[in-house]
């Protein structure tokens, strides 16, 4: 089982974090606090030049002086340099007394190859097409509506088929942020007590392989649309897990494999609306045996109170690309009911998310 703090060591920790972050701006004048809150994006933008640039990767052997680094990847030296400034003041990099630039934590994590990786991350925050699509911010929160289909003249998910190119830095972001979640599932929630479960959407099977290293005697069915060719059997065969593994061809708003005892789904019913995260889950309960489970993998926002939760800042991203929101405990207890549910509870995890359990009834 993988090393996992337990969620209320977490929890404890991000409320330390959420009152000291409260204090330090509290003993600013409140104009300046907020000039510095607005203008957040531009530490996103130095960022994302120097993730796309690969300035960790030149500084992972030791400190250098910026000419070199800047030589090295192509940029020019004084301007590299105002980046790495402005980065160290946030406590990405370290300017040294001699000059030299050094990487801190918080900088190694920009590696492509670092174990717990952001630089897709980074990269995707930055990148002009990302940007360009929170253009239509503003006419989300009048209208309520996701303003990129508008924009593109297609949905998110054919959008990023039509472009390719974009279409693997979203899937390269999500994936950074995707890979701090497995862990951390598998160490709250214990999969062993089922015989089949079935990952519906699973993309690549990363949580699925998760689960099933967790839980040595139980089985696997991992779907998603073309799974034959996106390179899960492979990535399953990695992880050790293949032999346990059935891959099936499936889209979300089709009917799917039946008879496992678990359906996992993990970051699908908060990308789509009302209607059809309802249709989603009828679907799960067309297929789940009684007593069967649903297990939502979600960012869970508290029902009320002011404390910082990533599924705050995910929650406004749904709004703007797709219509979909991060939902309540009581929204989710409402939506599975609509669709034959009962929720049992939710199950915190180590990371943003949590394991909404639902039983079919
Ligand atoms: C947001 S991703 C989540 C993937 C995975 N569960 C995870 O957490 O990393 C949504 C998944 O749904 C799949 N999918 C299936 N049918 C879809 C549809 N009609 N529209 C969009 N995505 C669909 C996509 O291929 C993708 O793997």
């Known amino acids: 089982m993988p090393a996992v703090p337990p969620p209320e ?35 996103t933008q130095a960022l994302y030049a ?13 400190p250098r002086p910026v000419a070199e680094v800047a030589a090295e990847v192509g940029a020019d030296a004084g301007a590299l340099e105002r980046v790495l400034r402005l980065l160290a003041s946030q406590g990405v990099f370290e300017g040294r007394e001699d000059g030299r630039w050094a990487l801190t934590p918080m900088a190694d994590a920009l590696r492509a190859d670092h174990p717990a ?10 990148h002009p097409t990302h940007w360009e699509d929170w253009d239509g911010f503003l006419d989300s929160v009048r209208t309520g509506e996701p303003s990129l289909p508008k924009r593109r003249g297609a949905g998110a998910f054919e959008y990023f088929m039509q472009n390719p190119e974009y279409g693997a830095v979203f899937i390269g972001g999500m994936g950074n942020m995707s890979a701090t979640e497995t862990d951390p599932v598998v160490a709250a929630y214990d999969f062993s007590q089922f015989g089949t479960v079935l990952d519906f959407c699973g993309a690549n099977g990363a949580l699925l392989a998760g689960i099933l290293n967790s839980a040595p005697d139980t089985k696997g069915i991992l779907s998603d649309p073309r799974v034959a060719g996106n390179g899960a059997a492979e990535f399953l065969e990695a992880q050790g897990v293949a032999d346990r593994v059935t891959l099936a061809d ?29 249709q989603i889950l009828r679907n799960v309960r067309a297929a789940v045996k009684p007593g069967g489970k649903l297990l939502l993998v979600e960012m ?9 939760h990533s599924g705050k800042l995910v929650d406004l991203w749904l709004l703007l690309l797709v219509g979909g929101r991060e ?15 009962r929720l049992e509870r939710v199950v915190e995890t180590a990371a943003a998310v949590s394991v909404v359990e639902a039983v079919a009834v």
């Open 117 to 126: 990786t952001m630089r897709d991350l980074c990269v995707l925050m930055g």
């Open 327 to 341: 939902r309540t405990r009581s929204q989710y207890a409402e939506l599975v009911a609509k669709a034959g549910f």
């Open 50 to 62: 120097v993730a796309e640039l690969r300035v960790a990767e030149a500084l992972q052997a030791g």
């Open 9 to 43: 060591v977490v929890r404890a920790a991000e409320r330390t974090r959420a009152d000291l972050q409260k204090q330090v701006r509290e003993l600013a004048p409140p104009p300046f606090a907020l000039l510095e809150l607005a203008m957040g994006s531009m530490v």
């Open 250 to 278: 499936g889209d979300l708003f089709e009917p799917m494999p039946a008879g496992a005892d678990a359906y996992v789904l993990k970051h699908i019913v908060h990308d789509w609306p009302e209607e059809q995260a309802l």
């Open 300 to 308: 869970v926002v508290p029902e009320k109170g002011n404390e910082p």
